[in-house]
């Protein structure tokens, strides 16, 4: 009977040891898991850079589920990791997030990797932009640490502003919802991101006007760039 009683504190101890834990860490676990369910890609899925500044994805297809659909605008930012690298952005963008004044300024904002690298060859000659996951002219979000990272000029003015141009004219043609989702990718604990992942589908007419899975490099042609860091040189 002793052992029986000792036995039953022991087993309520137990779970109630296991109700505090989980208390305690529950936004950890949230984090781990809304971060397991929103990532789709690894660098294992994704060949080595050759000359193409992106490529596509899943046959160009997204993946949001069924329960992501909604007309209703929204943003969400995932928080930074243990490194201070963004993690994914999460949008349903309407035109009643678009802006209506000029950016402000950002250079406070100092993403991991951050560098002040200066080439002639490249236009505005800075090597570094600091990138919005979420373009400035598609939500109104700016100074945001958790929605900017280091990139190429390359990168960000050639490649990603043409999604984001091609975006934005599709929303306030149509004032139309779209699904818009931006992970970056890094490679172990690399500072500056391989490259983004950006999902985008059009909810009203179910991705008839917006609907890409695109992965874009994080390069610039004739520089090295150390992703550890962020240091580079001329190739």
């Not at 834990?21 to 690894?42: M, P, R």
């Not at 002040?116 to 996951?133: A, P, Q, T, V, W």
Request: aromatic share 14%.
């Amino acid at each position: 009977m002793k052992f029986y009683k000792k036995k039953k504190f022991l087993d309520k101890a137990f779970i109630l040891l296991f109700i505090l834990v989980v208390a305690y860490f529950q936004d950890d676990i949230k984090k781990y898991f809304s971060s397991k369910e929103i990532v789709s890609y690894s660098l294992i899925d994704i060949p080595e850079y050759t000359n193409k500044k992106f490529i596509y994805l899943n046959d160009n297809v997204p993946n949001f589920k069924d329960s992501d659909l909604t007309t209703t605008s929204f943003e969400k930012y995932g928080e930074l990791d243990e490194l201070g690298r963004c993690t994914t952005a999460f949008a349903n963008l309407g035109k009643d997030l678009m802006p209506n004044k000029e950016r402000d300024y950002i250079g406070m904002i100092k993403p991991t990797g951050w560098q002040y690298s200066k080439y002639d060859f490249i236009e505005g000659e800075y090597l570094y932009n600091r990138c919005h996951l979420i373009a400035y002219q598609l939500s109104g979000e700016n100074a945001n640490p958790n929605n900017l990272i280091t990139c190429t000029r390359s990168m960000n003015a050639d490649v990603m502003n043409n999604f984001e141009i091609k975006v934005g004219n599709y929303i306030r043609k149509t004032n139309n919802h779209v699904l818009y989702r931006v992970t970056p990718i890094f490679k172990d604990n690399n500072l500056i991101a391989t490259g983004v992942q950006i999902e985008a589908l059009s909810v009203e007419d179910n991705g008839s006007g917006i609907k890409f899975n695109v992965f874009i490099y994080n390069v610039e042609d004739k520089v090295k760039i150390n992703y550890l860091d962020g240091t580079n040189s001329l190739k």
